[in-house]
């Protein structure tokens, strides 16, 4: 194969089935994609605009890829050769280091693979490294910036990488997933594997222009991933289309023994067979916002004019497209954190606007956390210290000017439950965010306006979807500017399809004719091809 041949496969935007083409025909190899991922990471990640999306490469990455060039397989593996990159709460059992972000858990390792990780393997994954997170996923401190965390400093946004005087990127990158998506946004590798417990992949990929599943909970394992709260946490894709999702969705989407949630799993044998270009005709599809019921319109009425302008040219094309849009308000939303859902917490963290009042989060988190992130630090993590949550926080306390930026409230709070799950505040919360986002809110909704779907803009929908485990597929829709009263460089914005539980089939083949139909995605400015030959 000719050098002019390897440099034309434009791997910066190159889709998954692109890459299995050319590896398929022999006019690249997995070495060269690892090699030419690690360039990009060096131009943009660690130099550049250093956007810091990826916190560890895997050492041993390069000799994999070799590994499987030399296989000469009569069959290859659905992602054979593909360079991932993985969350750095996910799981490794080699030579990486599995520390959510965390000063405190710097050097640990895991004993074994997360089943996520195994499946991506078993299909010929080539494992890139571990992105960058907010610490923790978020869980540590009251307003964290997303992105940040004590050992793998601030992931930057690549359409408006721009700091403020704190070192606080102006537009956010998203989080907790932020590494995830920026990588994927910027080209630093095949795709990325995210997680969630509430918006932490679509926030995310609404920030960044790229795609994401956050599949009902229990379609894929979470055995092996660093926790938030059992009941809501999940693993998902971020790709740069639809197609490349869905993909993903049929390696990662399989039951483990070692996770009880992926006993009621649903799914087809192939996602991308539901991806068709007309599969919004005759689709009902619920716009959460009733204008003549301004109280309640709590999706849509606080958009920015430029965000409501994304979402009105969205609804256009859904209806240009085929879709009957039924508008009407989710009556349960005034209950989504509300009395007996959510706890308050001190906020002692020193750059917070609010610092020393009292912040609100959810009961099932901090109740769950503690019991949760224990069981992972006993039964997973190795070459660490750490082996409860007093562990990390006495590390936390003794190493602050490092570790501590931002405070450690949301741990603290954890830390005083019993975390054995038994007090009666707990047991209410979660019976209550089930009646509130299930029974009385997305079920009774999409039953009453015989919906396929809802639309959510960006990740507004998040919590509604992750209180109920109900899976949500985001696109991008659109280009917006601005946060707050300050001008900022353009930056995408997200459509999010939300249905009942088991529906990624269904999810996956609307947000497919939108995304055909709109081809909103635009790559980050400011990062070309090293190649000669390709171009933005």
Excluded at 62 to 87: F, N, S, Y
Excluded at 252 to 275: H, I, N, V
Excluded at 477 to 486: E, M, S
Aim: hydrophobic fraction near 40%; charged fraction near 20%; glycine fraction near 8%.
């Amino acid at each position: 194969m000719s050098g002019q041949a390897r440099a034309t496969t434009c791997i910066e935007n190159a889709t998954i089935d692109e890459l299995r083409t050319v590896l398929a025909a022999g006019d690249i190899t997995a070495g060269d994609l690892v090699r030419r991922y690690l360039a990009r990471i060096e131009a943009y990640d660690r130099a550049g605009p250093r956007l810091d999306a990826v916190r560890e490469l895997n050492p041993d990455a390069l000799a994999i890829a070799v590994t499987l060039d030399e296989k000469k397989r009569a069959e290859r593996g659905p992602l054979e050769g593909i360079p991932i990159l993985v969350k750095d709460n996910i799981a490794t059992g080699d030579a990486q280091h599995t520390t959510a972000g965390s000063l405190a858990l710097d050097g640990a390792q895991a004993k074994d693979d997360a089943t996520v990780v195994k499946v991506l393997r078993e299909a010929g994954a080539v494992i890139l490294g571990k992105a960058n997170l907010t610490e923790f996923a978020n869980i540590l401190a009251i307003d964290m910036p997303a992105g940040y965390s004590s050992l793998g400093g601030q992931v930057k946004n690549p359409y408006a990488p721009e700091l403020d005087d704190k070192g606080v990127p102006i537009v956010l990158p998203g989080g907790s997933s932020s590494g995830s998506a920026v990588a994927v946004a910027a080209g630093l590798a095949a795709a990325a594997i995210g997680t969630e417990t509430s918006g932490s992949l679509l926030s995310p990929a609404s920030q960044n222009g790229v795609v994401t599943v956050k599949p009902t909970v229990g379609l894929i394992s979470r055995a092996g991933i660093v926790p938030i709260a059992h009941s809501q946490d999940t693993a998902g894709p971020l790709t740069r289309t639809v197609r490349d999702a869905a993909i993903l969705l049929n390696v990662l989407a399989a039951a483990d023994p070692l996770d009880p949630a992926t006993g009621e799993l649903q799914r087809p044998a192939d996602y991308t067979s539901f991806l068709d270009r007309d599969g919004l005709k005759g689709a009902r599809i619920g716009v959460p916002s009733d204008p003549s019921d301004p109280a309640n319109d709590v999706y849509y009425g606080p958009l920015p004019s430029r965000a409501a302008a994304v979402m009105r040219q969205a609804i256009a094309v859904l209806e240009a497209q085929g879709a009957t849009i039924v508008r009407a308000n989710i009556p349960t939303e005034g209950w989504i954190g509300g009395p007996g859902i959510e706890m308050a917490i001190l906020n002692r963290n020193p750059e917070s606007p609010t610092r020393n009042q009292p912040a609100r989060r959810p009961i099932v988190f901090v109740y769950e956390l503690k019991h949760d992130l224990n069981l992972y630090l006993r039964d997973w993590a190795t070459r660490t210290e750490m082996r409860s949550l007093p562990d990390i926080i006495a590390f936390n306390a003794a190493n602050a000017e490092r570790a501590l930026r931002f405070g450690q409230d949301i741990f603290l709070a954890a830390e005083a439950t019993r975390g054995d799950l038994s007090e009666p505040e707990y047991l209410s919360a979660r019976q209550m965010d089930l009646r509130a986002s299930r029974t009385l809110g997305l079920d009774a909704y999409m039953d009453e306006h015989r919906l396929d779907a809802v639309l959510f803009p960006g990740m507004a929908g998040a919590s509604i979807a992750a209180k109920a485990g109900y899976p949500s597929v985001q696109v991008p829709a659109g280009i917006v500017a601005g946060v707050k009263d300050k001008e900022t460089p353009e930056y995408p914005y997200g459509a999010t399809f939300t249905g009942r539980a088991w529906s990624e089939p269904t999810l996956l083949r609307l947000a497919y004719a939108f995304e055909q139909a709109t081809q909103a995605r635009r790559l980050p400015p400011g990062l070309p091809p090293l190649d000669g030959g390709c171009s933005n």
